[in-house]
Each structure stands twice: as structure tokens, then as C-alpha cells.
């Protein structure tokens, strides 16, 4: 079974791909996501084990509702909400959330230090 993690943009997918250190695909909403989008997602994931990680804010919020209610299996990650972005959460934080998830992650050293 695949791993597809969902994010809002193209920054917190990059962001993600530094940390991960095993094949997960990840898809972006783009910040807003369709029923139309949602449908085509729905077949295409049901096979996988789809997990989510978007903003800790309103448009965060409303993608985490939207797609809730069409694929009730997907496991939902989250940022502290004092980084508010998953862009902006630093990478020893974002490891974190998913080795707790049972991803593989590379080491992470502080951003500070490098």
C-alpha cells in the first residue's frame, strides 16, 4: 500500500521531500481544493494510505473539512499552530509529526546551526 501525503502548495511539498527518506507522493491542493478535484482524488487514493498536512489556518481548515467528508479514512497531520504554515514549521519540528506518523525521515540537524 502507497503513502500520498496532501499539502496545500509547491513550498510545503518541497519542504517535505528534504525530510522524507522513504517513496511517499505528495499532492497539492493548491490552497483551495474542488469537488472535481476531490472526486478525481477519491479513486486514485483509495487504494493508499493518504494522510494530510495543511496551514493551521481558515483555508487549512476548510480543505481538512472538504476532504474529511469525501475520503473519511485520510489520517490528518498537523503543524503547531505557532508556525501556522507547514512551509514555516522548521524541518526538526515537521520530522517529527512524521516519524510520529510512521514515516521514515532523514536525520535532522537544527536550521540554525546549518
Not at 493548491?30 to 487514493?45: D, P, R, V
Not at 504554515?85 to 535532522?108: D, G, N, R, S, Y
Request: negative net charge; proline residues 3%.
Amino acid at each position: 500500500m502507497s503513502k500520498i501525503i496532501i499539502v496545500e502548495g509547491k513550498t510545503d511539498k518541497e519542504r517535505l521531500q528534504e525530510i522524507l527518506a522513504e517513496p511517499v507522493e505528495i499532492l497539492c491542493s493548491h490552497g483551495t481544493i474542488s469537488y472535481e478535484k476531490i472526486e478525481e482524488w477519491a479513486t486514485q487514493l483509495e487504494e493508499s494510505e493518504v494522510y494530510l498536512l495543511v496551514d493551521a489556518d481558515d483555508s487549512g481548515e476548510k480543505i481538512r473539512k472538504n476532504l474529511q467528508q469525501e475520503l473519511p479514512n485520510i489520517r490528518h497531520l498537523y503543524t503547531q499552530r505557532m508556525y501556522r504554515e507547514v512551509a514555516t514549521t522548521p524541518l526538526e519540528v515537521l520530522a517529527q509529526v512524521l516519524a510520529h506518523a510512521h514515516f521514515e525521515v532523514k536525520e535532522i540537524h537544527s536550521e540554525e546551526n546549518i
